[in-house]
């Protein structure tokens, strides 16, 4: 079923004389532009916002240097003073938003109970967040195999309903390298509209050209590669136009609108996350709790998980600044097993969608991109994990000042501790990972094969 | 039987004997039952988690032991955002927001535990919801339903013969559309059902508001449906082939339903973009310190409060006010954060507004992003539900918290302040936080846009229809 390559010349020619192919792709060229500026326009925000936090912090200590002019105590210093924490948008993040443009890009905190802190939603408009991001990924997923449907869906039918399959039949050497040179034509060129815009992407954005983003292209053409194989099948399966039509119709809006979307609810209802109400109510009273309790158990609490204090002297009077951080870390304490089930339930949620996601390859496709460009809800989990690291640098930098009573005048401040992000990256992952995708692919191609043999041994 | 119910009735026969039909009435109903199903189940378990918690962080207030007033006020209390009234049939905006708020003194935070947030990026393809089945997936059956309807007689010649016969043309068009009305009736009547179930099981819904908030919603859906199903009598009449008008019509629903909304959004975003989370704090937190610094004895705004104190009290120091000036001192510098909360937040909103009017501007090019903004809102889950509760959990923290600075003030002697202690019978007279969702009126402020472009949508295709006539 080799074509020749006179034979692909000629299809290419072909294609492009219609105005049909000329106006399918460039419009998929330019929802691809429109999705590159705005997603760059999304990504552009955080790190505009990342730009600033150093000035927000200064200007936090600086008015915090006005209230605290001759010193304060350590405790009550750390009482007011945020510390910024961030995740630098990937360099890949302008391809696919992934969960970015739903979290928040900084997380401000400071030495007081931890879990209180960490939830927040970004700001963001809700109502245009429901309308969905529009990024390269959403147009590798979704639009690209619309028009790759569209330009292949009538390979066969239309020759046959004009009664010029037999001729094109002989021409060009069999119907099956005929087949595959008008697929092969078709399918490369959305291929190329594809990797055009990355291509622009890449010289856009200034994005290297390492592993990840190579492997993003690799998975965002093996999606395309998938639904060549589905287009193959209904080109290959379908007697007339209107039925290839309705066809390539019906798996379009079953693969990327409908089986996504009741994958989406089934995992919502069969994976409930109700540790989050449980965990942010349970910590408050556990840290209000202890005002009411004898302060040796609150310390009791606390020297279990940092015992270089247990030999320092009691608290005696009502209130002390090394007793309210116990307390604090008291409320942590009692909820951090709630936090872990959180974080495992998310984990169980995602690794249930990527089980299924062979099934549903732009859900598949979805999920590899994002994880490619560090956009997904793993990467977020795991800037939590640092955030968490920090926080527990601020205690063994606040603690010893703490413990020893320590008044900290607006000159000591500059040795705060400072949150310092890894180099934020994507990654190339395993090709494992791309096994599902792979395997979508296979069963249609065969399909494809077998009906192509079929019809070309009997040209009507 | 005159032309126009001979024609309709064919028509109808034709349609409801093929064998796709019965296929696809039978998917359309399965999907959205479980759609609706889900739907209703997924909010119901939203609102008995949110009336547990609820219940149970209010017996936790009550049951608080003597406590100081101010200890009260950060141990502070959670507002739940109220399910919708009609969020199991269309949950709008509600899974990108956050669904619990802590309230406490000095402090605005945002809400926390947005569901979106916390699902896999693959979900970012789309929700499915009944509204989603009805508003964006219907259309697509009228259309592939309706493309033949004109377009099959034209290319077997009937058409030509059917007017030569002296069928006028306007009974042959009315009696074509009527017949493919009669065809859609039992996927409208449906989806009908699912918004009834939606009203009558849905946990958000109570009383004849939510009937008339469904009305609203089926009003907006069937005029959403009768411009699908002129445009596709209009494409059908006027194409050159069925194949033709199909690809056409199924062209422009995956323009106007899938690529024009991601694309409005998009720049709406950047109309202007909102401030970043930390910028919003900081602005905050400057405007705060500008207002008044209570931490710093020069500020003129304290010492005011100082001076006009002591002379309202005709006294020389604070200590001899009868009242503690402490828990006074408190409460202008929560006036004060209120205050600069409430203009930096109005400013969001209306920032995201001024977004969603970008949006609505779109909705002439696409309606369904019309007939989504009006369902949204006649839903009680849009936007404006959304910073109505928001509005509303702000004002019931000031309140509380103002109560207890006045407990404060009246209770707790100045000197060796922190030491004293109210008697626990004080919390149970706080009220518990409760909100209303929008009237129905609020809710459907503004939106006469959305219902023009509706109608934008059902008369430019008639007036196409008018002008073509039927070409044979």
């Given at each position: 079923m080799r074509p020749s390559l006179d034979l692909l010349c000629w299809e290419t020619r072909r294609l492009f004389r219609t105005g049909t192919a000329t106006v399918a792709l460039g419009l998929l060229a330019f929802g691809g532009l429109v999705a590159l500026w705005s997603a760059d326009r999304e990504i552009a925000r955080h790190r505009e916002e990342i730009a600033r936090l150093p000035d927000f912090y200064a200007a936090q200590m600086q008015r915090l240097a006005g209230q605290f002019a001759d010193g304060g105590h350590a405790?009550?210093?750390?009482?007011?003073?945020?510390?910024?924490?961030?995740?630098?948008?990937?360099?890949?993040?302008?391809?696919?938003?992934?969960?970015?443009?739903?979290?928040?890009?900084?997380?401000?905190?400071?030495?007081?109970?931890?879990?209180?802190?960490?939830?927040?939603?970004?700001?963001?408009?809700?109502?245009?967040?429901?309308?969905?991001?529009?990024?390269?990924?959403?147009?590798?997923?979704?639009?690209?195999?619309?028009?790759?449907?569209?330009?292949?869906?009538?390979?066969?039918?239309?020759?046959?309903?004009?009664?010029?399959?037999?001729?094109?039949?002989?021409?060009?050497?069999?119907?099956?390298?005929?087949?595959?040179?008008?697929?092969?034509?078709?399918?490369?060129?959305?291929?190329?509209?594809?990797?055009?815009?990355?291509?622009?992407?890449?010289?856009?954005?200034?994005?290297?050209?390492?592993g990840a983003a190579l492997a993003w292209l690799g998975d965002a053409l093996l999606h395309l590669l998938v639904w060549t194989a589905f287009a193959a099948v209904v080109a290959a399966a379908c007697g007339s136009t209107g039925a290839s039509l309705a066809a390539a119709g019906t798996v379009w809006l079953g693969a990327v609108v409908v089986l996504p979307a009741a994958l989406n609810l089934g995992l919502t209802a069969a994976f409930p996350v109700p540790e989050g109400l449980e965990l942010t109510v349970r910590q408050r009273q556990e840290t209000h709790a202890g005002w009411d309790r004898p302060k040796e158990e609150t310390f009791a609490r606390f020297f279990a998980a940092y015992p270089e204090w247990r030999d320092t002297?009691?608290?005696?009077?009502?209130?002390?600044?090394?007793?309210?951080?116990?307390?604090?870390?008291?409320?942590?304490?009692?909820?951090?097993?709630?936090?872990?089930?959180?974080?495992?339930?998310?984990?169980?949620?995602?690794?249930?969608?990527?089980?299924?996601?062979?099934?549903?390859?732009?859900v598949g496709a979805q999920l590899l991109l994002s994880r490619r460009a560090g956009t997904d809800l793993e990467a977020h989990l795991e800037f939590l994990e640092r955030v968490r690291a920090f926080h527990e640098a601020l205690k063994h930098y606040f603690h010893p000042l703490i413990f020893a009573e320590a008044e900290l005048k607006p000159a000591a401040w500059s040795a705060f501790p400072r949150y310092q992000p890894p180099a934020p990256a994507g990654s190339a992952g395993s090709w494992l990972e791309r096994l599902p995708l792979a395997a979508a692919a296979l069963g249609p191609s065969l399909a494809a094969l077998v009906l192509v043999r079929r019809t070309s041994a009997l040209p009507s | 039987m005159s032309p126009f119910r001979s024609i309709a009735r064919t028509e109808w026969q034709l349609l409801v004997r093929r064998r796709s039909y019965g296929v696809l009435l039978g998917a359309f109903s399965v999907v959205l039952a479980f759609a609706t199903g889900l739907g209703v189940l997924r909010?119901?378990?939203?609102?008995?988690?949110?009336?547990?918690?609820?219940?149970?962080v209010r017996e936790q207030w009550v049951g608080q032991p003597d406590r100081h007033p101010h200890r009260v006020a950060h141990y502070g209390t959670f507002a739940f955002k109220p399910v919708g009234p009609l969020a199991a049939f269309d949950p709008g905006v509600e899974s990108f927001s956050g669904r619990v708020q802590f309230l406490e003194a000095h402090r605005q935070n945002a809400a926390n535990f947005a569901e979106a947030g916390a699902l896999s990026s693959a979900f970012r393809l789309g929700e499915l919801s009944p509204a989603f089945v009805v508003h964006l997936l219907l259309p697509l059956v009228v259309i592939v339903l309706g493309?033949?309807?004109?377009?099959?007689?034209?290319?077997?010649?009937?058409?030509?013969?059917?007017?030569?016969?002296?069928?006028?043309?306007?009974?042959?068009?009315?009696?074509?559309?009527?017949?493919?009305?009669?065809?859609?009736?039992?996927?409208?009547?449906?989806?009908?059902?699912?918004l009834a179930a939606s009203v009558v099981l849905g946990p958000g819904a109570e009383g004849a508001a939510a009937w008339i908030r469904g009305g609203l919603v089926a009003a907006a859906a069937g005029l959403h449906l009768a411009g699908w199903l002129t445009l596709t009598l209009w494409a059908s009449a006027r194409a050159a082939t069925p194949v033709r008008a199909l690809g056409g019509l199924v062209t422009l629903w995956a323009a106007v339903g899938i690529v024009l909304p991601r694309t409005a959004g998009a720049i709406a975003a950047t109309q202007p973009p909102l401030p970043g989370k930390s910028e919003f704090a900081a602005q905050l937190a400057a405007?705060?310190?500008?207002?008044?610094?209570?931490?710093?004895?020069?500020?003129?705004?304290?010492?005011?409060?100082?001076?006009?104190?002591?002379?309202?009290?005709?006294?020389?120091?604070?200590?001899?006010?009868?009242?503690?000036?402490?828990?006074?001192?408190?409460?202008?510098?929560?006036?004060?954060?209120?205050?600069?909360?409430?203009?930096?937040?109005?400013?969001?909103?209306?920032?995201m507004e001024r977004q969603e009017a970008v949006v609505h501007r779109a909705a002439w090019f696409a309606p369904y992003l019309a007939v989504r903004a009006l369902s949204a809102a006649a839903s009680g889950t849009d936007l404006r539900a959304l910073t109505a509760f928001q509005r509303a959990a702000e004002a019931y923290r000031f309140s509380f918290v103002q109560a207890l600075n006045a407990l404060h003030r009246d209770k707790i002697r100045f000197t060796n302040d922190r030491a004293q202690r109210l008697a626990a019978s004080h919390w149970a007279a706080f009220p518990d936080f409760h909100v209303r969702g929008p009237a129905l009126t609020e809710s459907l402020a503004g939106t006469a846009g959305c219902w023009a472009a509706l109608a934008a949508w059902l008369l430019a295709p008639l007036v196409g229809l008018w002008r073509t006539g039927v070409r044979p």
């Open positions: 405790g009550y210093v750390a009482y007011y003073a945020f510390f910024p924490t961030w995740d630098p948008p990937p360099a890949l993040a302008g391809l696919s938003v992934g969960l970015r443009d739903l979290l928040p890009a900084a997380v401000w905190v400071r030495l007081l109970g931890l879990e209180a802190q960490l939830y927040e939603s970004g700001l963001g408009n809700p109502g245009l967040q429901s309308l969905g991001p529009f990024d390269l990924a959403f147009v590798v997923c979704a639009l690209a195999p619309l028009v790759l449907l569209l330009l292949t869906h009538d390979l066969l039918t239309r020759d046959r309903e004009r009664g010029v399959l037999p001729l094109a039949h002989v021409q060009s050497g069999g119907l099956g390298r005929l087949f595959a040179a008008r697929l092969l034509v078709r399918a490369g060129a959305v291929a190329a509209v594809c990797t055009g815009l990355f291509v622009i992407a890449v010289s856009w954005h200034r994005i290297p050209m390492d002297p009691p608290v005696t009077g009502r209130f002390a600044w090394k007793w309210y951080y116990a307390l604090q870390h008291g409320g942590d304490a009692a909820v951090a097993a709630s936090a872990r089930t959180y974080a495992a339930n998310l984990r169980a949620r995602a690794a249930a969608a990527e089980r299924l996601a062979w099934l549903v390859p732009p | 909010q119901d378990r939203e609102l008995q988690q949110q009336r547990r918690y609820q219940a149970l493309y033949r309807i004109l377009a099959d007689d034209r290319e077997a010649g009937r058409l030509r013969l059917l007017l030569a016969q002296g069928t006028p043309p306007g009974a042959l068009l009315a009696g074509k559309a009527a017949g493919l009305a009669l065809g859609l009736a039992p996927f409208a009547t449906t989806a009908a059902i699912a405007e705060v310190h500008r207002l008044g610094d209570a931490h710093n004895p020069g500020d003129p705004v304290f010492a005011r409060l100082r001076r006009e104190t002591l002379a309202r009290h005709g006294v020389d120091r604070v200590e001899d006010l009868p009242v503690n000036y402490g828990a006074i001192v408190m409460a202008r510098g929560e006036e004060l954060t209120a205050e600069a909360f409430a203009r930096h937040f109005s400013a969001v909103t209306e920032q």
